[in-house]
């Protein structure tokens, strides 16, 4: 074989990612995207192979959450796009920095609908949907640029993830010089004279209220200093959760659903809100808008006005514009402490609260818990207590089932030693319950806690208090504890609380991922 003189385009974008900082990517090689794998194995970046396209766009998520660097993908064109869509809309939906590079079909070929292998007539479109930035290449400079664009985007802007596909001609084709990272910018400063204005606002206010989002999580510090000197309550988004420690007695962790924090706001003469968009899944209610006395700190201009329009609109990094308010807010006099009533729990909330106090108190401070859309994790955005950033990944925008356990393996591969749980349903486990062989393979040590009702129980209870007979929501699950140990992994079944203590100490300590399995026998055996 002759030797081959200069680097292909795959080659080099491979060199590229690892200048960048890139040390893991999530994907499947394919017939189409083979080039990017041929450097590769004489690179220092890690590549996980995944079980199915979905699972790799979790992981990148998880990982990106975890760790607050982004991260990446590799798939094929065609159905490896259509695959990994529905993560990209989670990381979307979340602002999360998750890089997808896709094949695409010859340049000659595009969007002619010839029948070529995992033909789309616009791919790049289907990806627009639900990315910041949607790029094709049709030159080795257009690839470096678009990385550039992407790693420009991550450091400065809103996360959001970002897609560049790269037709197959192309990726064969010599990758010429230039193939170095760019410096970077960074998040906008803050307006010293908005600054100045929200101080005020907040020296005069009777009733300030704090409320981070998932855009403050390195932002606490800042803003408990602000909230010790006018003695203000803070609130968190489900994104939001360990921005402040749990216990402060200023925190009253995510209450947004609440009645009675829609009224705390609306009594309330200053608002700091950062870092979030105070959507319709923070609020659990669209009837919800905040039209007066709101401060609102965003790097991202387009959510500064929709629905609720602030009386101060800073733009800039969340850190640096509490940090610049807290210097300049005078001290108040009275007690540093705020309580707030969730009122008497029901029947299954009451269950719940036992099961995650056991969790609570078996798992370390820096466990980092991906959930899923079940209703544990319902309970647990309520009540269970988180202190430290970037330790409670939840899909809480686009809502889809099945991210928790893929998301908890890339988060493992980001934090390295630090302990990983997934706290996910019966249902949404089967969703990507393949991933399991993909955490066996690694070793990794994860704790998946598994909440098993039998069931799609909210919608259950959705369909009883809207008067619907409950229909479809009822299913016959396979053998948990016999599926997970096929995949190579352990598992147990506790039937009591103190046994599901006992399995949590080990699995924390195994060599592999265990399965959980809890039902709500448990709680009473």
Known sequence: MSKRAELSTGEALVGLLEAYGVDTIFGIPGVH??????????????????????????????????????????????????????????????????????????????????????????????????????????????????????????????????YLEIPLDLLKEPAGDGWEARGLPAVASPSQRQIDEAIRKLDGAGKPVIVLGGGALHAGAAALAIAEKIKAPIITTTAGKGAVPADHPLCLGYVMGREGAWTMLAESDAILCAGSELSETDFWNDDVVIGRNLIRIDIDPSVMSRPHAPEIAILGDARQALEA??????????????????????QLRATLAKV?????????????????????????????PVSRPRTWLHPVGFGTLGFALPAGIGAKFGVGGRPVAVMIGDYGLQYTINELGTAAEHGLPLVILMWNNDALGQIRDDMVNKGIQPNAVTLKNPDFQMLAKAYGCRAEKPGNLKALAEAIRGALVA?????????PRMVNG
């Open 325 to 346: 308010i807290a210097a300049g807010v005078q001290e108040k006099a009275g007690e540093a402490k705020a309580s707030f009533d969730l009122g008497e729990p029901d």
């Open 356 to 384: 995650l106090e056991v969790i609570r108190a078996e798992l370390p401070e820096d466990t980092v818990i991906c959930s899923d859309m079940t209703q544990i994790a319902y309970a647990a955005n309520e009540i269970f």
């Open 33 to 162: 995207n083979v080039e990017m794998y041929r450097a590769l194995p004489r690179s220092k970046i890690r590549h996980v192979l995944v079980r199915h396209e979905q699972g790799a766009g979790f992981m990148a998520d998880g990982y990106a959450r975890a760790t607050g660097k982004p991260g990446v993908c590799f798939t094929i064109t065609g159905p490896g796009l259509t695959n990994i869509l529905t993560p990209m809309g989670q990381a979307w939906s979340d602002s999360s920095n998750v890089l997808v590079i896709s094949s695409a079909l010859d340049i000659r070929d595009s969007a002619q609908g010839r029948g070529r292998l995992h033909e789309m007539i616009d791919q790049r479109g289907a990806a627009a949907t639900v990315t910041s930035l949607h790029m094709r290449a049709y030159t080795p400079k257009d690839v470096r640029d678009a990385i550039a664009r992407a790693f420009a985007n991550f450091a400065s802007q809103r996360p959001r993830p970002a």
């Open 511 to 519: 060599e592999g991922p265990t399965l959980i399995e809890m039902t």
